[in-house]
């Protein structure tokens, strides 16, 4: 067993529901087993210039259900620089943390390794991020409410799209992968999905997405049409390829953004119970002597990858929903 005493934690990069759910499972589970915690503000910046407070059990009482992250987050060009992680690991030394424990994605977790070259004690990641794009994981914190909130935002849009029946795209988060695009996709009963598993599109190819399209015109007539589409998809984004099919078939199409809409709200419960699994397997498996690892959640189970691999991008959407949508959207 390792004797951890006094630990760390921080929230980087975007947030994701569930991150207050995390911290309050690592502050809870850290009390039991007598171990002082330090939270730090503002992601890494607050690690870097020192801004932090103790964390007791009455702090974190009733934050489960909040969305956001009670310590903060931000970006960190600093981490970007050879003093940075340096400067991170000196404050680590000087408050006398045996470990660290970063909730955040691939960019944050990229950060703790580089600290990791300058710091003695322990460090964990805990994936927290909407896109679900972090390996050794089945779901990251926040995934899960991440699907919902855009579940909700496309049937309220489907509503007006049958109102006037209009052709919709509604651009949903996703950077490199399709995670959220195709469950969302897939459980409101898009026509189309497009993602980068599913090819991306440039203005050469436009009639892919057009002929189905004008298919589904012929057989239903003039209806509502809904389109999801993982962002960065298409030059200039969803608004772009809107006004390129709009003139393409001469039939008006609208983009919808959804944007950061989707990392907000209260975390749903499948959130809350991954945060609070992983947050107290963090701890226990620090305890044991754990460095250099994220806790995830693999069928089920908890269990440790080790963090340099966790960002290699191997994690792949479900191949069967990915082939039945190509399947039933294929004309």
Same mark, same amino acid.
């Given at each position: 067993?390792?004797?951890?005493?006094?630990?760390?934690?921080?929230?980087?990069?975007?947030?994701?529901?569930?991150?207050?759910?995390?911290?309050?499972?690592?502050?809870?589970?850290?009390?039991?087993?007598?171990?002082?915690?330090?939270?730090?503000?503002?992601?890494?910046?607050?690690?870097?210039?020192?801004?932090?407070?103790?964390?007791?059990?009455?702090?974190?009482?009733?934050?489960?259900?909040?969305?956001?992250?009670?310590?903060?987050?931000?970006?960190?060009?600093?981490?970007?620089?050879?003093?940075?992680?340096?400067?991170?690991?000196?404050?680590?030394?000087?408050?006398?943390?045996?470990?660290?424990?970063?909730?955040?994605?691939?960019?944050?977790?990229?950060?703790?390794?580089?600290?990791?070259?300058? %710091?003695?004690?322990? #460090?964990?990641?805990?994936?927290?991020? !909407? /896109?679900?794009?972090? $390996?050794?994981? &089945? *779901?990251?914190?926040? %995934?899960?409410?991440? #699907?919902?909130?855009?579940?909700?935002? !496309? /049937?309220?849009?489907? $509503?007006?799209? &049958? *109102?006037?029946?209009?052709?919709?795209?509604?651009?949903?988060?996703?950077?490199?992968?399709?995670?959220?695009?195709?469950?969302?996709?897939? *459980?409101?009963?898009?026509?189309?999905?497009?993602?980068?598993?599913?090819?991306?599109?440039?203005?050469?190819?436009?009639?892919?997405?057009?002929?189905?399209?004008?298919?589904?015109?012929?057989?239903?007539?003039?209806?509502?049409?809904?389109?999801?589409?993982?962002e960065h998809c298409y030059p200039g984004g969803s608004t772009a390829l809107a006004e390129a099919i709009t003139k393409a078939i001469g039939i008006e199409c609208r983009?919808?953004?959804?944007?950061?809409i989707q990392r907000g709200g209260s975390p749903i419960g499948a959130d809350r119970i991954l945060a609070t699994k992983l947050g107290a397997y963090a701890v226990e498996?620090?305890?044991?002597?754990?460095?250099?690892?994220?806790?995830?959640?693999?069928?089920?189970?908890?269990?440790?990858?080790?963090?340099?691999?966790?960002?290699?991008?191997?994690?792949?959407?479900?191949?069967?929903l990915l082939r039945w949508q190509q399947q039933v959207a294929s004309d």
């Amino acid at each position: 067993m390792s004797s951890i005493r006094r630990i760390g934690i921080l929230t980087s990069g975007g947030d994701a529901p569930g991150m207050n759910a995390c911290i309050r499972s690592i502050v809870l589970t850290a009390a039991a087993h007598q171990i002082d915690v330090i939270g730090f503000s503002h992601g890494y910046n607050g690690l870097i210039e020192g801004e932090y407070r103790t964390l007791l059990p009455y702090h974190v009482q009733h934050i489960i259900h909040l969305g956001g992250t009670i310590l903060k987050s931000a970006r960190c060009p600093a981490m970007h620089t050879e003093q940075g992680p340096k400067a991170a690991a000196q404050t680590l030394q000087q408050l006398q943390l045996d470990a660290l424990l970063v909730i955040g994605g691939d960019g944050s977790f990229k950060g703790a390794l580089a600290i990791a070259q300058h %710091y003695s004690g322990q #460090i964990l990641g805990l994936p927290g991020t !909407i /896109d679900n794009d972090v $390996d050794g994981t &089945d *779901a990251t914190i926040g %995934y899960a409410t991440a #699907i919902d909130t855009a579940l909700d935002a !496309i /049937d309220k849009i489907r $509503d007006t799209a &049958d *109102a006037f029946e209009r052709i919709f795209l509604v651009e949903l988060m996703g950077r490199h992968s399709g995670f959220i695009a195709l469950s969302a996709g897939i *459980a409101s009963g898009a026509e189309q999905i497009i993602c980068p598993e599913l090819g991306r599109l440039t203005p050469d190819d436009l009639e892919r997405v057009t002929r189905p399209i004008q298919n589904a015109q012929l057989v239903k007539g003039k209806s509502s049409y809904i389109m999801v589409v993982a962002e960065h998809c298409y030059p200039g984004g969803s608004t772009a390829l809107a006004e390129a099919i709009t003139k393409a078939i001469g039939i008006e199409c609208r983009a919808c953004v959804l944007g950061h809409i989707q990392r907000g709200g209260s975390p749903i419960g499948a959130d809350r119970i991954l945060a609070t699994k992983l947050g107290a397997y963090a701890v226990e498996q620090l305890l044991k002597g754990a460095h250099l690892m994220m806790a995830g959640e693999v069928n089920h189970t908890a269990s440790l990858y080790p963090l340099q691999a966790s960002g290699e991008g191997k994690k792949r959407i479900d191949p069967y929903l990915l082939r039945w949508q190509q399947q039933v959207a294929s004309d």
